[in-house]
């Protein structure tokens, strides 16, 4: 029987030529990744082992990117403590914010995970390397802690769930709204405990900012790990970045699957996830009279340039609505850098918009930009659960970064071509 | 390992932002953490929560981040243990890390409702429902994962393998 690209990674890193779905396996892992508010809990946890040292600290990567520019007295403490753990361990990957990005934006932009790679990330978005042909996936602090000491963890290898898009995809419809077109349609847990693996010519053809978002999004859909081939594309991003030999992988043909789902994209438009799951999704022009408060632009999905540029090609010459707040985040410094050469930044704030240092911020109701109680919010984001960017009473809508910036201008949520 | 307690029930798809929200996240002590556990899926259930409790829920528990928050507020809480028709999998995996008991057992929850008592056998897999008599069969751990919990926790499972 032949075996997916997930199982393929997985039998590489655990020495086995062939494993089995299922199977519970013990694996060498190539990236631990925390940030500061998983890690302090995770050196806790690595303190009671009672070890001097990690087992390796050039596979560590530390990012204090959730509550920083720090927010707060008690956040500044988590920070601390990860930076003088950083300095102790000489884990030389620790950024500081200056050259600090959003985590999941910033390991793929420095080649830290490359294909093939295992990674495991104390950060339930970590399955967004998956787009660089990677195994990657979320775990706890305990589960850091462990791998920090030994160099391993343990997997049940899953099954997988294959996507398949063909068609020829619309105008506005990006990867984001792919992945939120999966979510509507098999739900928050439909692929709990499983791979999730992208392919098909619309695929294919997907630029890799576009590919990181579907990956990205694995997670909520429950998914283990999402994951796609690597090709070309993904050989001319990883080829100037990585620094160390990597591998492509690819499912076999004879490859076993626990579900083939086939999409046609060639009659879809763009999505909106409502209040207050993933799952709830609408085509934009169904959306109706939705008011809004706030609209941002950023995060782990949505926030590497190619957002940033159709954000700008939307807002040029434009202004945002007077009703509203937006808020626009790079995601690592050098794509604010980038922005900034190729004249968005100048765009946002001519166009009115709050445009930030890169952070998570608002994206987990943690800072710069917390809703009100009643408030309403379009984000580029990926999650709308109760309560996730502020008041228990406030809305989330999810959207892709087209639909965010046209509904920043009216609003009110809007398709990208009514602007 | 037995238990019993009264039964706080909750709905689907409860995820870690729920359990407990990221404006807490800036520490990382348990007691703090548990004033605040399930608050925006229960704003009162931090003050009426005793000690041995049990959380009764729907499927896929515990969704959404990694944030190990999550089951050491519920822990903290001295909620004794979580029984749902079943856990998302970062939940699961740092329930058990961590030593929070959870059953997953999918034919069980439909009987039980919020304010029922259970005793709840977590070695057995085994729940009893005190107001009904009715009796279920939680799903059995792998014996690797059983070893983990025997263990009291991850940590302790790598300090002993050395
Ligand atoms: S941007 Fe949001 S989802 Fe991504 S790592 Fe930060 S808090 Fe998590």
């Not at chain 1, 499983?194 to 053809?205: D, H, K, L, P, S």
């Amino acid at each position: 029987m032949g075996m997916t690209i997930s199982q393929k990674i997985l039998a590489a890193h655990c020495g086995r030529e062939q494993i089995e779905t299922g199977e519970l396996v013990n694996c060498k892992l190539d990236v631990v990744l925390g940030n500061d508010i998983t890690a302090p809990v995770a050196i806790a946890e690595f303190e009671k082992l009672g070890l001097e040292k990690v087992y390796d600290p050039g596979m560590i990567v530390l990012v204090p990117d959730h509550f920083t520019p720090n927010k707060d007295i008690k956040s500044a403490q988590q920070s601390k403590v990860m930076r003088e753990f950083a300095r102790g361990q000489q884990i030389e990957n620790y950024f500081e914010i200056g050259q600090m990005g959003i985590e999941h934006c910033l390991l793929p932009e420095l080649g830290l995970v490359l294909p093939g790679d295992l990674a495991i990330g104390a950060d339930s978005h970590t399955c967004t390397y998956g787009a660089l042909g990677a195994f990657a996936t979320g775990v706890g602090s305990t589960d850091m802690a462990a791998a920090m000491a030994t160099g391993e963890a343990w997997f049940k290898v899953p099954e997988s769930i294959k996507f398949v898009f063909s068609g020829k995809l619309p105008p506005w419809v990006s990867g984001k709204d792919l992945i939120l077109r999966i979510i509507g349609d098999i739900g928050v847990d439909g692929a709990r405990y499983m791979a999730m693996e992208f392919t098909g010519e619309v695929v294919r053809q997907l630029s890799m900012d576009n590919r990181f978002t579907m990956a990205n999004m694995a997670i909520e859909a429950g998914g283990k790990n999402g994951i796609i081939a690597p090709d070309e594309i993904t050989r001319a991003y990883v080829e100037t970045r990585a620094s160390r030999p990597y591998t492509f992988y690819e499912s076999d043909p004879d490859a076993d699957y626990f579900e083939i789902r086939e999409y046609d994209v060639s009659d879809m438009e763009p999505l909106v996830a409502f209040p207050h799951q993933p799952e709830n999704t609408r085509g934009v022009s169904e959306a109706g009279h939705v008011l809004l408060d706030q609209v941002v632009i950023g995060s782990c999905t949505n926030g590497r340039l190619e957002d940033l540029a159709i954000a700008a090609g939307l807002l040029k010459g434009k202004k945002v609505h007077s009703g509203l707040r937006t808020i626009i985040i790079p995601g690592t410094q050098n794509i604010y850098l980038e922005a900034l050469r190729k004249g968005y930044i100048e765009t946002f704030i001519e166009a009115g918009a709050v445009v930030s240092t890169p952070t998570c911020g608002p994206c987990l109701g943690g800072h710069m930009g917390i809703l009100a109680q009643g408030e309403k919010a379009l984000a580029t984001t990926n999650r709308n659960f109760v309560g996730r960017m502020g008041h228990r009473d406030s809305e989330v809508y999810l959207s892709s970064p087209a639909v965010a910036a046209a509904s920043a201008i009216t609003g009110r949520i809007t398709p990208p071509w009514e602007v | 390992m037995k238990f019993t307690g009264k039964v706080y029930k909750f709905g689907a798809d409860i995820d870690t932002d729920a359990i407990i929200p990221a404006r807490y996240l800036n520490t990382i002590d348990p007691q703090e953490l548990a004033k605040h556990c399930m608050e925006d899926a229960d704003a009162d259930f931090p003050n009426k929560v005793q000690p041995g409790d049990i959380i009764v829920a729907e499927k896929n528990f515990g969704c959404g981040s990694s944030r190990e928050h999550a089951p050491i507020a519920i822990k903290a809480t001295g909620v004794s243990c979580v029984v749902a028709k079943s856990f998302a999998r970062i939940f699961y995996r740092n329930a058990i890390n961590i030593g929070l008991p959870i059953l997953e057992a999918p034919e069980a929850i439909d009987a039980i409702h919020e304010g029922d008592a259970l005793e709840v056998d977590i070695v057995r897999g085994h729940i009893k429902n005190l107001r009904t008599g009715e009796e279920f069969q939680a799903t059995s751990f792998p014996p690797f994962m059983q070893e983990i919990i025997n263990q009291g926790g991850l940590i302790n499972y790598v300090k002993k393998k050395g």
